[in-house]
């Protein structure tokens, strides 16, 4: 059995999924004006995609879907 969070993507898909985070963080602070819930939803989605950048960790690729990056 593998251990878990294992790296499964390249600097590239790292730099991908940081600033795919950026841009869900900053959706998220405009987002707040029109529903506070539809902003704490996309802070979430933000803190897991940065947890997968930072980690060098994919959740499709660790399920075995294949991704471009």
């Known amino acids: 059995m593998k251990p878990i969070f294992v790296r499964n ?3 590239q898909g790292r730099l991908v999924r940081g600033l795919g985070a950026v841009g869900l963080f900053v959706g998220a602070w405009f987002a707040c004006g029109v529903s506070i819930w539809l902003g704490m939803v996309l802070v979430a989605s933000g803190g897991f995609v940065l ?7 994919c959740a499709l690729r660790a399920c075995g879907i294949k991704t471009k990056l």
Do not use: K, M
């Not at 947890?51 to 960790?57: C, Q």
């Open 9 to 11: 993507i390249t600097n």
């Open 51 to 57: 947890f997968e950048a930072l980690r060098g960790w």
